[in-house]
């Protein structure tokens, strides 16, 4: 179960370039051309041979111009997808702190992370052309930790928010943002890993996390995770906690999926809250029981545990034959499914008897 807390690149040696080359041939897009094929060499074109000759002066030397025309295509692409990006990410004040957010429609509606707004329900919105504008609370879904506010502006830049499940593993991102209120920073890296989940404070579990290798850093939360064809992917919300030494660990950064984000936005924009987030819900209030375990202490009537015939006072002991030594990891463990899922639950009552029992899991409530 991984832990984690809210949260000026040097220029290339030479002797790097041939690495970056590497890199580059793996680079792909979820849409168009992958950048690799600008310099990618046919099959035909270079042969293999147990016996072959040491390459020329002339082919060492083109072998060189042709590295240093692919480090030079990937920062063109990059440097092309922040000037388009840029405008569309802004910084949200409040009196706590300062966060990050997307332009999400031309209407005025702003995407960012609900632990960005906090309690609050109005705040100060900064544009890159450095105007300030007021803005108010739309509406917020701790669960996946997404909120959206509303400025009344003209001449928004939205961003394209482009599909997360098309990404891989090694898709080189870029994270947009304003770390430590330094406005429209920029960060690079790769797609570490996908379907991370990741437990935030407030108790919640995010599902289907991407993870990055992109620095983000405190005011980078609710920024814009994007890919080399200028699409948001993800929404930066998270850095991992090294639990031996304290403090962030580095090139371990969390990100909501732009999928799920695009879900729990529209619902927010339309009708101020969220009722189909997609989420297993088992309708139950748990807290840590003191001999282990997730100590059920109240039941929600008519929900799915109520009708599985669960009663506060029960202790859930495990899930599927997964152990749950406490409540944070049975919510965990639950994060992964989704409705209408059915889940086999090892209880012990409160009268010292254990049973099984079999819970179909249905949709979280607004």
Same mark, same amino acid.
């Given at each position: 179960?991984?832990?984690? $807390? ?39 074109? +270079? ?17 060189? +111009? ?37 332009? %999400?429609?031309? $209407? ?6 609900? =632990?960005?707004?906090?309690? %609050? ?28 506010? =509303? ?21 080189? !991102? ?17 797609? $570490? ?10 108790? %919640? #579990? ?17 920024? /814009? ?5 200028? =699409? ?16 962030? /660990? ?10 799920? /984000? ?36 109240? !039941?929600?009537?008519?929900?799915? /545990? ?24 049975? +919510? ?5 499914? *989704?409705?209408?899922? !059915?889940?086999?639950? #090892?209880?012990? =009552?409160?009268?010292? *008897? ?13």
């Amino acid at each position: 179960m991984l832990k984690s $807390s809210l949260p000026r690149r040097a220029p290339l040696a030479p002797a790097l370039l041939l690495l970056v080359v590497a890199v580059v041939s793996a680079c792909r897009t979820t849409t168009g051309t992958p950048l690799a094929e600008l310099a990618r060499p046919s099959a035909a074109s +270079v042969p293999v041979s147990l016996n072959a000759a040491t390459p020329t002066p002339a082919a060492s030397s083109q072998a060189v +111009v042709s590295a240093g025309s692919a480090a030079l295509a990937l920062q063109e692409q990059q440097v092309s997808v922040i000037a388009a990006v840029e405008p569309s990410v802004v910084q949200i004040q409040t009196s706590a702190g300062l966060g990050s957010g997307i332009v %999400y429609d031309t $209407s005025g509606d702003i995407v960012t992370n609900a =632990h960005v707004v906090g309690s %609050y329900t109005s705040f100060t919105v900064t544009l890159t052309t450095g105007k300030s504008y007021p803005g108010t609370l739309v509406g917020l879904y701790l669960p996946d930790d997404i909120a959206v506010i =509303h400025v009344s502006a003209t001449g928004l830049a939205p961003a394209t928010f482009g599909d997360s499940s098309a990404l891989a593993v090694g898709d080189f !991102v870029l994270a947009i943002g304003n770390p430590l209120g330094l406005g429209t920073s920029v960060t690079e890296g790769i797609v $570490s890993a996908l379907n991370r989940q990741v437990s935030e404070p407030n108790g %919640y #579990a995010l599902p289907d996390v991407i993870q990055t290798s992109a620095a983000i850093n405190p005011g980078n939360s609710g920024g /814009a995770l994007v890919d080399l064809s200028g =699409h948001v992917v993800g929404i930066p919300t998270l850095a991992a906690t090294d639990p031996q030494i304290g403090g962030s /660990a580095p090139g371990i950064g969390f990100a909501i999926s732009s999928n799920r /984000a695009k879900l729990i936005a529209d619902q927010l924009i339309t009708s101020g809250k969220v009722t189909a987030s997609g989420r297993a819900y088992i309708g139950v209030q748990l807290q840590d029981a003191a001999s282990g375990g997730a100590l059920v202490v109240a !039941v929600s009537s008519g929900g799915p /545990a109520a009708t599985a015939g669960l009663v506060a006072g029960d202790t859930i002991t495990a899930i599927d034959g997964t152990s749950v030594p406490d409540s944070t990891t049975l +919510v965990d463990l639950l994060a992964a499914h *989704k409705p209408g899922d !059915v889940v086999k639950l #090892a209880v012990t =009552h409160a009268t010292g *008897k254990t049973a099984t029992v079999s819970v179909t899991l249905g949709q979280a409530p607004a």
